[in-house]
């Protein structure tokens, strides 16, 4: 059933708000700006209301309830980093301001910066990029910008893993390399063999998910990192996974010359609807100065007394601009706040606690569902969620989850599984609520033998069932609410 949109529910001449009568003379506006026919809808402010609340009410949310969404860190967003970034002085700033107006801005913007380096063992970090997808694109735009300053042009190809993420493969397309895919072994590690006899003079380098998208830490990646160094590659890290290795371990410390964090994931500012992203990128030393500029840095060094003068440098052999203004500078305050609430023993906390509500949750589901890659997991794990002896598919579990006022996990990916259902508990999640999530699998796993129908047509309790997931996608209708004429 569709929900009636808010113009359906206008009625001629209700009025929500009276504006008093002007008190200063009508000023004539541009004709091409006058408009006759404007179908606005005619409400109450209570009919208003009651219609955001009643539609709010249908999404399913981090705020409602649990999100396993695996390879997205869908961890809570505390409120304290709203609080933070509505501060006036953050919120209503102009990114032209000049930048004597802005240093308390620009020195939360450095100190970012600083800890992103410290956190990832990069030597130089910037807040640009848009979201991971971007970092991504902007690490690949360097690896060729480094390269062809060494007169080094016969590199042309990318090695990718077979699990990676699909924004790997895109970045390096749309920059012009070949995608070169590398196997995954039997223990879900790159495959060595493989990723030796793909390693020569005409690798760009290597991108590379660690944790990987099995959940799986590469037990062989200093390994890895030195075969791609030493045939001149580069090796990208994405940071996706990073939420396992706060604290812990550092991709710098393991040979990543190149690193996109996702601030949305592992820092916890909102994701996609809840606001934009930010992926911000860290480089090696030897990369340092090809990142985008500006990178925000300290024109003038301080006295005892005076603070340092922070502004907008080029690093020399930038790559350009990739991103209008500064970057998401209201995230930059959410992961600032996030992470100076936590102090360094706290950040490490979080990837203890991401590891084991994932190895818990994995050991609960262990003897339900079957499990490609069976070893200690990193933050997540992946299931097969096709079930022997049965007829029922990932997409079945997953829509028969939703009956349990449970959000899916990641379906159909990594694409080295079979059916994956992959499945990120996050450390926010209290052991009731991974217990709660382990009982509706284990009862779906039962009912998958019992009474499959039951799971090929759910949701059964939902405003809408079943989707028509492709032609949702490939044809949107944006303006449904037009009137007809309008429309044509
Ligand atoms: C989320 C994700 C990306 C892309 O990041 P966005 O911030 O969504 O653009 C890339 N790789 C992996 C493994 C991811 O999980």
């Known amino acids: 059933m569709l929900e009636p949109t808010i113009y359906e529910l206008s009625s001629p001449g209700r009025v929500g708000v009276e504006f008093p009568a002007p008190d200063v003379p009508r000023a004539p506006l541009p004709e091409e700006l006058e408009r006759q026919d404007l179908p606005l809808p005619e409400l109450s402010e209570l009919d208003v209301v009651r219609h955001f609340t009643h539609i709010s009410n249908l999404n399913y949310s981090i705020d409602f309830g649990f999100y396993p969404l695996g390879s997205c860190t869908m961890k809570y967003n505390p409120k304290v980093n709203e609080a933070a970034a509505r501060l006036p002085g953050f919120a209503h700033t102009h990114p032209l301001q000049p930048i004597e107006t802005v240093q308390g801005n620009l020195a939360l913007m450095f100190e970012l910066q600083e800890w992103l380096k410290e956190i990832s063992g990069m030597a130089a970090v910037t807040l640009q990029p848009a979201a991971g997808a971007q970092g991504e694109y902007v ?29 790997n493969p895109a970045s390096s397309a749309m920059s012009g390399f070949e995608v070169v895919p590398v196997p995954t072994d039997n223990r879900g590690n790159v495959d060595l063999e493989a990723l030796k ?60 010359d190149i690193l996109h964090f996702n601030l949305h994931k592992t820092f ?80 490490r906390s ?6 084991l509500n994932a190895n818990y949750l994995l050991a609960r589901l262990r003897d339900h569902y079957p499990v490609p890659y069976d070893r ?12 022997p002896g049965t007829e029922v598919h990932a997409l079945d579990i997953s829509k028969r989850l939703m009956d349990y006022n449970f959000h899916p996990p990641t379906n159909y990916f990594p694409l080295v599984v079979r059916e994956a259902l992959m499945i990120e508990p996050t450390e926010t999640e209290s052991k009731q609520t991974l217990d709660a999530f382990a009982d509706a699998m284990i009862k779906i796993a039962e009912e998958a033998k019992t009474q499959p129908e039951l799971l090929r047509s759910a949701p059964h309790n939902k405003p809408v069932s079943r989707l028509d997931e492709v032609k949702a996608a490939k044809e949107l209708v944006l303006c449904c609410w037009l009137p007809e004429d309008v429309k044509a």
Not at 143 to 167: E, N, Q
Not at 293 to 322: A, C, H, N, Q, W
């Open 197 to 256: 006899s793909l390693c020569d003079d005409t690798i760009v380098g290597l991108m590379l998910t660690n944790p990987n998208t099995l959940g799986l830490f590469d037990e062989n990646v200093l390994e890895v990192t030195r075969i791609v160094h030493e045939a001149g590659g580069l090796v990208y890290g994405d940071g996706a996974n990073l939420n396992a290795l706060l604290g812990i371990g550092r991709p710098g410390d393991m040979g990543f």
């Open 268 to 347: 916890s500012t909102p994701h996609g609807g809840g606001g934009p992203g930010s992926g911000p990128v860290g480089v090696a030393a030897h990369l340092a100065d090809f990142l985008p500029e500006p990178v925000v840095g300290i024109v003038e060094e301080g006295t005892e007394e005076i603070p340092p003068l922070y502004g907008f440098i080029r690093p020399i052999k930038s790559i350009g601009r990739i991103k209008s203004f500064h970057g998401h500078f209201g995230m930059a305050v959410r992961a600032y706040t996030y992470i100076s609430m936590y102090g360094r023993e706290g950040l």
């Open 139 to 167: 690490g690949v735009l360097i690896m060729r910008a480094y390269h062809v300053s060494r007169g080094d042009r016969k590199r042309t190809k990318m090695l990718i893993p077979d699990s990676a993420h699909g924004t």
């Open 350 to 355: 979080i990837a203890e606690h991401a590891v």
């Open 376 to 387: 200690i997991c990193m933050h997540e794990f992946v299931l097969e969620g096709h079930l």
